[in-house]
Each structure stands twice: as C-alpha cells, then as structure tokens.
C-alpha cells in the first residue's frame, strides 16, 4: 500500500534530480571561475524552478493521487490522505536539500557534510523507529523522516551560504514567503481532495491538466515577485535555447 502510494510521488524526485544533474555543469565552472556572484543568483533561481515544480506536482499528487490509486489499483490501496501529504512533504525537503548538497560537493567540503548526514541518518532512524512501535505506521516513519531532516535544513544553507556570501537569516527570510505559499497549496490541496472524485481516466485526465494550470498560475503569483517572475522567464528561454548545463 505504502509502495503504490508512492508511486507517483516519486516522479518529484526523478524530475527534480535531471533539473539538478543538468545545472550541475555550469555550477561547476562558475565555482571554479570564482564567480561567486553569478553562482548565487544561479542557486536562488535553481531553488525557486525546484520549488515551483515540486509544490505544483506535489499539489496535484496530494489532490489526485486517491482517484489515481482507485482507477489503477483500487481504492482499498491507499495508504490515506495523510500519507499521501507527509511523503509529498517528505519528497519536498528532499529534493531542495538536495540542491544545496550538490553545491557543498563542488566545494570539497565534503567532511561536515557527511557528519551532519550521519547524524540525520541517526535521528531519523531513532524517531521513526519510535513512532513505528507507538503504533503510527507509515505517516510515523515519514514523520521520522521529516524530523530526522531538520538539521540538514540548518546546516547545508548556512554552509552554502558562508561560501557564497549570503547570511542563514538573509536565506530564511527570502524563503518565508514562498513556504507559506506551499503550505497553503498543499492544505488546499488536501482539503479539496475529500470534495473532489473522477470515476473514469477521461475525467482523471482531464481534471489533472486543469488543476495543474490553476496550480501552477497560483504558484506564479502568490509565490514569487514580479522580479523574480521575470528572471525565471529569462532563466528558461535561456535554458531552452543553450541547454541546462550552460552557466550564462
């Protein structure tokens, strides 16, 4: 149950690890070019087309995923609305600390990374274990995960920040707006999931291509500034026209 609810989550991190695999190039060069600027502006922009992909998906995941088990499998399959919330939050951390670690790695500061990493491995390890045996399931061993990542959310922007010039309370506060935004989306999202059902693929699709525009209009708006709109705009004409890996 736990595997087939996961099934579309997953497609968050294989999209957002190609996004990432294909900038990792031209971070490369701008850190060995020492261009400490241009790789700043780079990594916000990485972080805000991540953020954008993983809460419009997540959304959709969170608001769609019970029909989609239904259609496919089965209702009786599905872990719970719960669940399904908790592993798009859980794929959701993931992927945009996974952003901050690939910078870290092109740094060579690879020796706190790895403590830090074990001490979350340990933790997460030790609270989802704990709430496994209090009888939470699956949304305990999510949660443990969740919690177990907490300090990875500290200490990898604080590190990349200190190599890139940007203080931890700089990067908290530039994020503020956009996590209260997924939070309401995700929310949202859940809530309407109760309310809203599609009996047949026909109508499974077709209401999955109409959330999503809604979603990602909304996200487009209430999440980012119009400077930050613009720039994404440009980012991705770019990317387009001269390929992810390109610096420029």
């Given at each position: ?25 031209g ?10 600027d ?20 997540g ?14 499998v ?6 719970g ?32 990374k ?9 933790l ?8 496994l ?32 010039g ?8 530039g994020?503020?707006r ?52 613009t ?5 991705v ?12």
């Amino acid at each position: 149950t736990y595997a087939l609810t996961r099934q579309i989550p997953e497609i968050l991190v294989n999209i957002t690890a190609m996004l990432g695999t294909g900038v990792t190039p031209g971070m490369g060069n701008l850190m060995g070019a020492g261009e400490l600027d241009k790789l700043k502006r780079l990594r916000v922009e990485l972080m805000l087309i991540t953020w954008l992909a993983v809460v419009s998906i997540g959304s959709g995941i969170i608001l769609w995923n019970k029909d989609f088990i239904g259609l496919w499998v089965g209702e009786e399959y599905f872990a719970g609305q719960s669940t399904t919330l908790l592993i798009v939050i859980m794929i959701t951390q993931f992927v945009l600390l996974r952003n901050d670690a690939n910078i870290i790695d092109l740094t060579l500061d690879l020796r706190r990374k790895v403590l830090v990493a074990l001490f979350s491995v340990c933790l997460s390890l030790a609270f989802s274990i704990g709430l496994l045996i209090d009888g939470w399931g699956v949304d305990g061993l999510c949660i443990g995960f969740i919690v177990g990542r907490l300090p990875l959310n500290v200490f990898f922007p604080a590190l990349v920040g200190a190599k890139l010039g940007s203080t931890f309370r700089q990067q908290l506060w530039g994020c503020y707006r956009p996590a209260v935004v997924a939070a309401l989306m995700f929310t949202g999202a859940s809530w309407l999931s109760y309310r809203l059902a599609v009996d047949t693929w026909i109508q499974f699709v077709a209401s999955v291509s109409l959330s999503y525009v809604v979603i990602l209009s909304a996200l487009l708006v209430l999440g980012l500034t119009s400077e930050q709109r613009t720039t994404l705009i440009q980012r991705v004409r770019k990317l387009s026209s001269q390929g992810v890996g390109t610096p420029a």
